[in-house]
């Protein structure tokens, strides 16, 4: 019965990590730019959540379109004021150019938000569903069932739309983008803030489940490389499956070990794709 | 340039006797980190192959030099080199697998982060080494067991192992070694294609720096007095020992250097003049932005700039 | 003084104070004299809530001294506070007191954090200047430093602690338990000890769990489950304790990890006689309430509190209430860390009233040694002094409760303020 509902609950928080990392790969995906400022963009997308919950009542499920919008213009000006000047430079540069990001995003929320850990209410992330003994917690079910439709959406997005084409040959070849005359800096901005502004909607959605304060960004940050590297860096299939896989394992490794020894699962599954299949299970190559 | 190297040297040589304890301390850090930067160039910097689990290394050799002094006794003039060896075995199986697979660029930027996190997360939970709460040392201010009673000896152990660390570098650099190194950085491919033994020679450079690394732990440890698993092998002190030899110049041999002598005063400065105020986190923001302007007006470390601005255009 | 900007003053002491460090010569000596404390908290990175709560409580309470006209066995001699912040690393629990004493000061109070003042301590040993540690519960801070006065390789012992040790908050813990069961006339026995796997947590599971073997009582401890700090979820961890069937759950949270432990709790209704907390922040901040609600009604923990029945606390509480909402908008708890770093800073005056010479740094050691100091707002089991390891015995845990949504103090007899409820009424 444990590891029934340790299995339930771990698929179901599974959407709230898949959340997480969709955003992360999309910008990997496109740019080869790994986004150390990952986490703390997310934590301002919950913290624009909370304010909109506390100074307007709205709910965190509504306000998530207007934290991914927030978030696009972030990503769209972070982009273009800073990333895209170092794209040719060595990845140690691009690398502290993020880390510099991040700890400016993280203190700007200690300024602002203060040290307190939060959380949305909502009404919604309070109720439960219960099947005989085991029960389902309606916040993890409304992330999951989000989180599917989001990875859909951007699929449509990248697949169906001239935009996300364009977007798709820029990541593949950028030289040959540049020949046929994309603009390749605005495809770029406008795939960083796709980008952000999912890591915004999944900080918006996530909020009512994940307590969460400034340097709670560090942590999200770690967890979603390794989803999104277990997945397949810039693959969107791969960034579910991995959410899904992670958080599996962590809720079984809390039904086995000590609990406090559940991450050594995913950092140890983190290490095995790495070593046998390093582009991931989804990745196309690596590389 | 030799010239004003000794010359340097000499100044630092000198300076305890001037100087106040606040800056003193500040200093022990600067060589300190300075010295953590040198070892990772040897991985990061001239080899290319950034490491951001350096932190695991730190760990390994405090942890090591503190269970044997507090365990057995062994004093931690001895547990310094063995907790650099442990330290270098992890590095030789990270490199190994690292290396061995093929991972490149951030896929081994994640792999020595797992590891780091692994050792970290084991650490927390085995209570022989102290579990969460850490390792406590006894301060007795005694030599034989790494304790001084007079702040500036810590200074001069600090400026040693920077200085031993920057000569090994040297001397590295100037071998064949050194200029295989380069190679692998530039284009490994073509490095190999050449008869490069690549992996050899990243494996070389893993183990040097995680021995040295290693060393730096013990010192830490002991400098510090108590050993906790997020301080020791957490990501905040991978990144810390990252910063500096970017900032300065990565596979440059005075770029580490450069980059502590830049940054910990810039982050002790920032902390003295926005921390007092109510605004809490202010002083980290503005440490931060000078991270990013670092990237934006010398986008490949500072020393390559001073050195311009020095030789002008001499070879 | 209203710190939210950096007044000119402060910016010039501290130039001046760069420059003096750095060997420049300026005219410092034109100010009036003050005894300067080098006051050291983590007020950013991750233990920033309690740290500056701790720097706020210093704050206030020296403000308060030097208004009631300052030390006057020394000619109205004023405190001023050197503010340093560790950021939760240990070696700027190090930077920060040398920062501090280059800067004048005489004494070091902080800093919350285990780690970070375990390396303040070697500063004060080595300096001598003495260190009141105002918040760190490891035991071996203190008694490492008597160890080795005792073996001789220390002459002096710069080091005291105002605050219960690890092993003192267990056995609080364990005969709090033990008496509010006898009390309410119910005799649960299973009892399930959930902790962070933090240095905090840790240290908190292991002084609960040495006191409840050496006290063998009628309870027990039938499994004790950590969890990583910060956690992300708890649900597996909160089904593995209910597949226990305990009576009691026996929490160790942070903040954080309290507001995910607690609705998971109620949501996967685990059927409890109640939570009770044996050392646990997280359960009764005002931030808290906001966010946690009807979950904290009824949930006790032992902690160390203040005194609200004496009517100097509830004024002061009242003014940190205040003084918060002015200077960050969110009116805050004056509880355990504001508490004892308030206590702290009269300790510390009444020490320097008592000194017989504030030159000497053995003079005011030889003055906290001989404290015998009843005006401490929080709740003690006597007045503050200091064993010869250095911890005071009387600075005990009380057993609060959530009541009205309102920590209230409930245990022991003597501190409370309300009768606890006890089995929790169902739900």
Redesign the interface.
Same mark, same amino acid.
């Given at each position: 019965? $444990?590891l029934l509902?340790?299995a339930l609950?771990?698929v179901l928080?599974g959407g709230?990590y898949s959340l997480m990392a969709v955003g992360l790969t999309l910008i990997f995906g496109v740019m080869r730019v790994v986004n150390f400022a990952h986490g703390d963009m997310m934590v301002w997308g919950m913290y624009l959540a909370f304010l909109l919950a506390t100074g307007a009542g709205v709910d965190p499920y509504l306000a998530f379109v207007v934290c991914a919008a927030a978030l696009f213009v972030l990503g769209f000006a972070v982009q273009r004021a800073l990333v895209d000047r170092i794209l040719a430079a060595p990845h140690e540069m691009q690398i502290l150019l993020m880390l510099g990001v991040a700890l400016v995003l993280e203190?700007l929320a $200690?300024v602002a938000f203060?040290?307190?850990?939060?959380?949305v209410?909502s009404p919604l992330s309070?109720a439960?569903i219960w099947l005989g003994p085991v029960?389902v917690?309606v916040a993890r079910l409304v992330a999951f069932g989000v989180a599917s439709a989001l990875t859909l959406a951007l699929y449509l997005f990248l697949f169906r739309t001239d935009l996300g084409r364009t977007m798709r040959a820029a990541a593949d070849n950028t030289y040959g983008a540049l020949v046929i005359g994309t603009d390749v800096r605005r495809v770029y901005a406008v795939a960083f803030g796709v980008g952000a502004a999912c890591v915004g909607a999944a900080g918006a959605l996530v909020a009512p489940i $994940?307590?969460?304060?400034?340097?709670?960004g560090l942590?999200l940050s770690v967890?979603s490389f390794n989803i999104v590297i277990i997945g397949g860096m810039g693959s969107l299939l791969g960034a579910f499956v991995g959410g899904l896989l992670v958080?599996v394992a962590?809720?079984l490794g809390?039904?086995f070990l000590?609990?406090?020894l559940?991450?050594l699962f995913s950092f140890s599954l983190l290490i095995l794709i790495l070593l046998v299949r390093p582009a991931g299970l989804f990745g196309r190559r690596a590389s | 340039m030799r010239w004003l190297g000794a010359l340097a040297v000499l100044v630092l040589l000198a300076l305890p006797a001037?100087?106040?304890?606040?800056? &003193?301390?500040?200093l022990i850090?600067v060589f300190f980190y300075g010295f953590l930067g040198q070892a990772w160039n040897i991985v990061g910097g001239y080899a290319g192959q950034l490491s951001v689990g350096h932190a695991a290394f730190v760990g390994i050799g405090g942890y090591t030099a503190a269970m044997l002094s507090l365990e057995w006794g062994i004093t931690p003039w001895i547990g310094m080199f063995v907790g650099g060896a442990l330290a270098a075995v992890l590095g030789a199986v990270i490199g190994y697998l690292g290396f061995r697979f093929g991972l490149r660029g951030f896929y081994f930027v994640l792999l020595t982060v797992a590891f780091a996190e692994i050792c970290r997360?084991a650490v927390?939970?085995v209570d022989a080494v102290g579990?969460? +709460?850490?390792l406590?040392?006894?301060? &007795?201010?005694?030599p034989r067991q790494f304790?001084?009673?007079?702040?500036r000896v810590y200074y001069y152990i600090a400026l040693a192992l920077m200085l031993a660390a920057t000569g090994v570098v040297a001397l590295l650099e100037r071998r064949r070694f050194g200029i295989y190194l380069a190679a692998i950085r530039e284009d490994e491919s073509a490095a190999e294609a050449l008869g490069v033994d690549t992996f050899k020679y990243k494996m070389l450079a893993m183990v040097v720096s995680s021995f040295l690394t290693g060393l730096g732990g013990t010192f830490?440890a002991f400098? +510090?007095?108590?050993l906790?698993p997020?301080?020791m092998f957490g990501i905040?002190l991978s990144v810390e020992i990252i910063l500096r030899p970017i900032v300065g110049g990565a596979g440059t041999l005075l770029g580490p250097i450069l980059g502590s002598f830049m940054l910990t005063p810039l982050g002790?400065?920032s902390?003295?003049?926005?921390?007092?105020?109510?605004?809490?986190?202010l002083?980290?923001v503005a440490y931060g932005v000078l991270l990013i302007a670092v990237v934006l007006f010398l986008p490949q470390g500072a020393y390559p700039y001073l050195r311009r601005f020095f030789v002008g255009s001499r070879p | 003084m209203?710190?939210?900007?950096?007044s000119r003053r402060?910016?010039l002491r501290?130039t001046a104070?760069?420059a003096?460090?750095?060997?420049f010569p300026l005219p410092l000596r034109a100010q009036p004299k003050t005894f300067k404390i080098g006051a050291i908290h983590p007020?950013?990175?991750?233990l920033?809530?309690p740290?500056?709560a701790c720097r706020l409580g210093a704050q206030m309470a020296a403000d308060a001294i030097n208004a009631a006209g300052g030390i006057k066995s020394k000619g109205g001699l004023k405190l001023e506070l050197l503010?340093g912040?560790t950021?939760t690393?240990?070696?700027n629990?190090?930077?920060e007191a040398?920062?501090a004493?280059?800067?004048g000061a005489q004494m070091l109070l902080g800093s919350f954090d285990?780690?970070s003042t375990?390396?303040m301590?070697?500063v004060a040993?080595?300096?001598r200047v003495p260190l009141l540690v105002d918040i760190a519960a490891?035991d071996?801070?203190t008694a490492?430093?008597a160890?080795?006065v005792k073996e001789g390789?220390?002459k002096v012992q710069y080091v005291y602690r105002n605050f219960p040790t690890g092993s003192s908050f267990g056995r609080n813990a364990v005969q709090y338990f033990t008496e509010i069961f006898k009390e309410a006339s119910v005799s649960p026995k299973r009892v399930v000890l959930m902790h962070a796997?933090?240095?905090f947590?840790?240290?908190q599971m292991?002084g609960f769990k040495a006191a409840w073997e050496a006290a063998k009582p009628s309870w027990e401890i039938v499994e004790i489950?950590?969890?990583?700090e910060?956690p992300?979820?708890l649900?597996?961890?909160v089904?593995?304790a209910k597949?226990l069937k305990p009576d009691v759950l026996a929490p160790i949270t942070r903040?954080?990890?309290a507001?995910?432990l607690l609705?998971e709790i109620r949501?996967?209704?685990v059927e409890l006689m109640g939570i009770v907390g044996p050392g646990s922040p997280g359960l009764y901040?005002a931030?808290q309430f906001?966010?946690l609600?009807e979950d904290l009604e009824y949930v006790m923990t032992s902690v160390p509190w203040p005194s609200f029945k004496n009517p100097r606390t509830l004024a002061v509480a009242e003014e940190y209430a205040k003084r918060t909402e002015r200077?960050?908008?969110?009116r805050r708890t004056f509880d355990t860390n504001s508490g004892y770093s308030y206590d702290a800073m009269f300790l510390i005056a009444d020490i320097l009233e008592r000194a017989a010479t504030l030159g000497d740094p053995d003079a005011i050691v030889e003055a906290m040694r001989k404290t015998r100091f009843a005006g401490g707002l929080m709740q003690y089991g006597g007045p503050i002094l200091f064993n010869e390891i250095g911890d005071n015995p009387n600075a005990i845990a009380t057993m609060i409760q959530i009541l009205g949504q309102k920590p209230v103090a409930v245990w022991p007899k003597a501190a409370a303020l309300q009768k606890f409820v006890f089995p929790r009424p169902k739900a």
């Open positions: 019965m $444990l509902q340790g609950s771990g928080f709230v203190n $200690l203060g040290p307190e850990p939060t959380r209410r309070e439960t029960f917690d $994940l307590p969460f304060q400034p340097p709670t942590s967890t958080s962590e809720s809390a039904v000590k609990p406090s559940k991450e | 001037v100087l106040g304890s606040y800056a &003193t301390t500040i850090l997360i927390s939970n579990g969460a +709460l850490g406590y040392i006894t301060f &007795t201010g005694d304790q001084f009673q007079d702040g830490y400098y +510090l007095f108590s906790q997020n301080a905040p002790e400065l902390r003295l003049y926005f921390g007092q105020g109510g605004h809490h986190g002083h980290l | 209203a710190k939210t900007r950096l402060a910016f501290s104070a760069g003096a460090v750095l060997g007020v950013t990175g991750p920033a809530e740290g500056q503010l912040d950021q690393k240990p070696e629990g190090r930077v040398e920062r004493v280059g800067q285990s780690g375990n390396s301590v070697s040993q080595q300096k490891a071996p801070i490492n430093v160890k080795s390789q220390q796997n933090d240095l947590g840790t240290n292991r489950i950590p969890w990583p910060p992300s979820d649900s597996t961890e089904s593995r597949a903040p954080a990890s507001q995910l609705p949501k996967q209704r901040e931030g906001a966010v609600k200077e960050t908008g969110r």
